[in-house]
């Protein structure tokens, strides 16, 4: 499996198949890039690319509580600067085909727990009785636990059957504290 974005090794927590890779290069190289991608002057591509860094290092420390400069985070780190692309791609194809990085039982199961709840904590973020709730979904092998605090107990009754019916889900399981509507 090939994700590609910021980070996404990290939203994909206990998938050991998966490979974190980060891929760098000096601010020179990158300040030529946005010049000829976004067609920004040089002194405009270094504050874009300064304000971007900035935003993505705010975004990933709100949502992980991690730098993402941080190379522990990664399996491998590359710069493009030092590298090329076509060595680069055979890098990183290479260590993707390694035994570390080869699907076991244990990651597909990581794999399909983590599928299954996300696909609920959909459903949950769309339907119109859950969307303002704080609300925790956790999978393991089809059981999926709900747990959180509402002001209405007909969410189980109105949410159970359909959320049944989401792929990978054979049972769903409630703990949600009742609390009174202000």
């Given at each position: 499996m090939v994700y590609h974005g910021h980070l996404g090794h990290?939203?994909?927590p206990g998938i050991a198949h998966v490979v974190g890779l980060r891929v760098v290069a000096d601010l020179q190289s990158r300040?030529?890039?946005?010049?000829?991608?976004?067609?920004?002057?040089?002194?405009?591509?270094?504050?874009?690319?300064?304000?971007?860094?900035?935003?993505?290092?705010?975004?990933?420390?709100?949502?992980?509580?991690?730098?993402w400069e941080d190379a522990r985070l990664y399996d491998l780190v590359l710069n493009l600067s030092r590298v090329r692309l076509p060595t680069v791609s055979e890098m990183v194809a290479r260590l993707a085909a390694g035994e570390e990085f080869r699907p076991t039982p244990d990651s597909q199961r990581?794999?399909?727990?983590?599928?299954?709840?996300?696909?609920?904590?959909?459903?949950?973020?769309?339907?119109?009785?859950?969307?303002?709730?704080?609300?925790?979904?956790?999978?393991?092998?089809?059981?999926?636990?709900?747990?959180?605090?509402?002001?209405?107990?007909a969410?189980?009754?109105?949410?159970?059957?359909?959320?049944?019916?989401?792929?990978?889900?054979?049972?769903?399981?409630?703990?949600i504290?009742?609390?009174p509507h202000p």
């Open positions: 990290l939203l994909l300040v030529k890039a946005a010049c000829r991608q976004e067609g920004l002057g040089r002194e405009e591509a270094k504050a874009y690319i300064e304000r971007a860094d900035r935003q993505q290092r705010q975004w990933v420390r709100f949502l992980f509580g991690v730098d990581a794999m399909r727990n983590l599928t299954a709840a996300s696909r609920v904590r959909a459903l949950l973020a769309n339907h119109p009785e859950t969307r303002d709730l704080d609300l925790h979904v956790e999978a393991v092998d089809g059981i999926v636990m709900i747990t959180g605090v509402s002001h209405s107990e969410i189980e009754a109105a949410l159970t059957s359909a959320l049944q019916r989401v792929q990978g889900v054979t049972e769903v399981r409630w703990e504290a009742m609390v």
